[in-house]
């Protein structure tokens, strides 16, 4: 039986402004492909030079037989620069349109495919609370430009992508270049990099594939009713619709609730922004199908270039899943297949189709169908390797050469016809289809948190503010400044009383199992095994009591406690900071005693030893690796200024640490023992007490890298200390006086000089113990000309870039991990009221409370 289609159904091609024009320079696509770790793997450059090849291409699609050229317009191009509207770029888009008309193509304008203008991105992007309305700006001058030419338009496409990627990137295994969790989103070089370029922030920045979440699809949303009202103003003849990547959803019981999210969020979820259109974009590439846990691809399926299931049958499946649900008309103005293979590109066409004719034979409205792509192109983070064209390119020469597949389609388009023999297939496997019945159950959401009534601190070190922060799940997910309030739907609200509201603190020199706590004086220093872990497990408790959410280890008593205790803390089983956990301290052998507490017997010289040594730590789950550069001349007079290592040691140490990802954290007061500690690639070095003019340069040059500590809680609880009498502290005295004058200057200058400087004090000596931290903060202000704002920056945002974490912890933003104090007191005033945990009304660790407020 001849498959003949209607007499107007429309046949055409797609592509878009950014995949094939070339040189699009001022849209974020651009800038992403072109920022240090750009997740692109090429960059687009000339691309395949559409913006001065159109005609040729034009004239092409006429000549294979087509009926429509599936294109978009650029706001980049067309808005350079916001509010500016280029009277040349709209000439040229009028210029293809009218050639499309001129070769009797019908133009199928995109308002939107993916790419924005880089101002866009500045502005919040697709987060951004101007963007509909500059959207919509935009729209009407593009309505203006067309002219009447156009008799169908797309506002944005595949408005879904934000959701889909997620699943087509869990599928596929990927690392997502265009993220998946807020710390992917905001981790990789190149967001911070482009954020950087458009004035502003990672966490900020929100590009359209980005923008999957609730506050991504209301922008989204908002922008398409926006355009569609302004193209009804200008325009009222033009159809409108968006269009979006609809993959066919089928699952496998225990699988119903996973699909029918999957439905919900790509589709159903956008049928009431449909509710006044004219037809829906439908794109679809493969099916999903899913389980308990997620999408699964099945046992021997055949995949595509692209990385996901050739399924030419998924497209009418999801046409009539869509049918069954949805009235508008349908147009594909999406499908095709990734791959050199041509003859597989033309069966699946002629699968797809015959797909797609049954359909419109079972009377569902399908008006049109536009093969992507009419060219091979830049195919996104994907680049130019993934081949989904009718038409190849030669990028050296830029010449076109159709393949076979385009004159089999372009023959389909003209006869309106599929060939003999042409017949639909069936989905492989026996999974279930989507249907009407199968509808999502969204779980209650856990109540978030409010804090209202609070000043907040947010550790950038600029001054508190009145305002309200929620926390939801682990994380802040806003904070409202000036009045403003955050949403209290669904929440606790915590009434702070005026108190202030600051990140967690953050101990960069802890020492959790040195044993002695507030709680419990613990003459000497060493405990038996057994009580060893347990009082280090008391003290990581004491440390979080006093607000200190965070633990950077400065070297243990026991090789595996710590990590033993961060597994402990992180998988709930015991209050504790975040730890960056270390094993013993490292001291080669030698006669004397340096620091009794790192002595361990098979401590060798020699690079092979430190080698072993660094490796060993990574065995045991250790993150920090604590060498003593330099002895300790509290311990042992002068020892402060000998070497402990050679440099053949410490580069080996280097290196080691390096292979291993691994930090290396030195106690270091000598100024060769700074050097070497630099040079060997040292992350965090103690004290620093006798650098030299060439160690601080030295220090300078690495000042991004490197953190210091300079540890001044002992020296002033050495001075402070009232030993009995059998204990002769005099020689500890002096040296103490000696650092403290020292760093006095030291310290001034380092930060001058713009290195990230820490609080943190070797806390857990019998006359300095754990528990008494926040002491060194008043410390700095006494002696290092710190304000009280400055030393909470350097306990709260530095605290979260020391941890490795600077991108979501240590400051109050949104989508930062919610680790808060609630201060009865202002320590932006005094800082010493956090030495006191009683003015801790509330300590907050993952967005969940150590200590809950009480009365309020
Ligand atoms: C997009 C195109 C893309 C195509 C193939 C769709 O998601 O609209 O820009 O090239 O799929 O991956």
């Known amino acids: 039986m001849t498959k003949t289609f209607p007499k107007d159904f429309i046949w055409g091609a797609a592509a878009a402004a950014h995949q094939v024009e070339g040189h699009n320079s001022n849209s974020d ?36 037989g087509l009926g429509s050229y599936r294109l978009s317009v650029e706001w980049a191009r067309i808005e350079p620069s916001e509010g500016v509207f280029s009277d040349a770029e709209l000439a040229h888009y009028s210029d293809v349109v009218q050639c499309c008309l001129d070769h009797g193509l019908e133009p199928l304008i995109t308002l939107h495919h993916f790419s924005s203008p880089q101002w866009l991105l500045g502005l919040g992007g697709w987060h951004g609370e101007r963007t509909p309305a500059l959207f919509a700006r935009y729209t009407e001058r593009v309505m203006a430009m067309l002219a009447g030419r156009a008799k169908r338009v797309i506002t944005l496409n595949e408005c879904n992508i934000g959701v889909l990627l997620r699943s087509i990137f869990e599928q596929i295994g990927m690392v997502p270049p265009i993220g998946i969790d807020v710390r992917a989103w905001r981790a990789p070089e190149w967001r911070e990099a482009a954020a950087k370029a458009v004035g502003t922030d990672a966490a900020s920045y929100c590009n359209f594939q980005m923008a999957g979440d609730e506050r991504g699809m209301a922008t989204i949303e908002a922008a398409h009713i926006a355009a569609r009202d302004v193209i009804r103003r200008v325009a009222p003849g033009v159809q409108v619709g968006l269009a979006l990547a609809l993959s066919h959803v089928q699952y496998v019981p225990e ?33 999903f199908i899913y389980n308990a ?153 856990e109540p978030g948190t409010v804090f209202t009534n ?91 009591d006093h607000g200190f959410t965070s633990a950077y280890s400065a070297g243990a008593l026991g090789k595996r406690i710590e990590p033993a205790l961060k597994d402990q803390i992180d998988s709930g089983g015991m209050p504790g900071p975040r730890l960056v956990a270390s094993s013993v301290e490292r001291e080669p052998p030698s006669d004397s005693a340096l620091l009794d507490p790192g002595k361990v017997d098979e401590h060798g010289v020699g690079p092979d030893n430190v080698r072993a040594f660094v490796k060993g730590c990574k065995d045991i789950g250790a993150k920090a690796v604590k060498f003593l550069i330099s002895g300790e001349s509290a311990l042992k007079p002068g020892a402060s200024l000998e070497l402990l ?63 210091i500590a300079p540890s001044i809680g002992i020296i002033q609880a050495t001075l402070d200390a009232a030993p009995p009498p059998h204990f002769d502290m005099t020689h500890m005295k002096q040296d103490a006086a000696l650092v403290l004058e020292t760093q006095k200057k030291l310290v001034p200058e380092l930060r001058r000089r713009g290195l990230r400087l820490l609080p943190g004090g070797d806390y857990g000596f019998p006359f300095n113990p754990n528990g008494r931290n926040a002491r060194d903060l008043e410390l700095w202000v006494q002696h290092f000309g710190y304000t009280p704002a400055e030393a909470l920056h350097a306990a709260t945002a530095l605290g979260g870039e020391i941890m490795g974490r600077g991108d979501e912890l240590g400051q109050v933003k949104p989508g930062f991990l919610a680790d808060l104090l609630l201060v009865d007191g202002d320590p932006t005033v005094n800082v010493a009221v956090l030495q006191n945990k009683h003015h801790l009304k509330a300590i907050m660790k993952d967005g969940r409370f150590h200590k809950a407020p009480v009365g309020v």
């Not at 770790?37 to 687009?44: A, E, H, I, L, N």
């Not at 996973?258 to 259109?277: E, I």
């Not at 955050?486 to 509201?501: M, Q, T």
């Not at 060439?694 to 890298?705: F, M, P, R």
């Open 454 to 544: 609070v000043r907040i601190f947010d550790g950038s070190g600029s001054a508190p503010f009145a305002g309200e922060v929620r926390v939801d799940g682990q994380r802040i997910s806003a904070v409202a400044r000036n009045g403003a309030q955050v949403s209290h739907d669904n929440a606790k609200v915590i009434d702070g009383r005026g108190g202030l509201l600051m990140p967690g603190l953050t101990e960069a020199h802890a020492h959790l199992t040195w044993p002695t706590s507030v709680e419990k004086f613990v003459p000497g220093m060493s405990l038996p095994p057994d009580e060893l872990a347990l009082t280090a497990a008391r003290n990581a408790r004491i440390l979080l």
């Open 29 to 64: 696509c651009w800038l992403e492909e072109n920022v240090p770790g750009s997740p692109y793997v090429d960059k687009s450059g000339d691309s395949v030079d559409q913006y001065h090849r159109y005609r040729e291409d034009i004239a092409l699609m006429a000549e294979l």
């Open 645 to 707: 290592y050679t440099e053949e040691e410490l580069m080996a140490a280097g290196e080691a640490a390096r292979e291993n990802d691994l930090w290396l954290t030195g106690h270091a007061h000598a100024a060769e023992a700074v050097k070497l500690g630099v040079k060997a690639g040292f992350r965090v070095l103690y004290h620093c007490t006798y650098a030299d003019e060439e160690a601080l340069d030295l220090l300078e040059s690495v000042k991004d890298q490197i953190f």
């Open 293 to 445: 846990s997620g999408p699964f691809t099945p046992p021997g399926a055949e995949m595509t270039q692209a990385g996901y299931e050739h399924t030419p049958d998924s497209l009418a499946a999801v046409v009539r899943a869509v049918a069954a649900e949805c009235k508008l008309p349908i147009y594909v103005t999406e499908n095709g297949l990734a791959g050199d293979d041509d003859t597989r590109r033309i069966a699946f066409v002629e699968r797809a189709l015959a797909g797609l004719h049954a359909c419109v034979q079972d009377g569902i409205d399908v008006r049109g169908y536009w093969y992507w792509s009419i060219l091979d192109n830049f195919e996104w983070v994907f680049g130019f390797g993934i081949h989904f064209g009718l038409v190849a390119v030669d990028r050296s020469t830029q010449k076109r050469t159709p393949k076979p597949s385009a004159y089999y389609y372009g023959a389909i388009a003209r006869n309106n016809t599929l060939p003999a023999g042409a017949q639909a297939g069936r989905l492989t496997g026996d999974y279930i289809d989507m249907s009407p019945q199968l509808q999502y159950i969204p779980p209650v959401a």
């Open 255 to 287: 699988g119903e609730q996973q699909a029918a999210k999957a439905w919900h969020s790509n589709f159903r979820r956008w049928l009431p922004t449909m509710a006044g259109d004219d037809f829906l974009g439908l794109h679809n590439y493969t099916r």
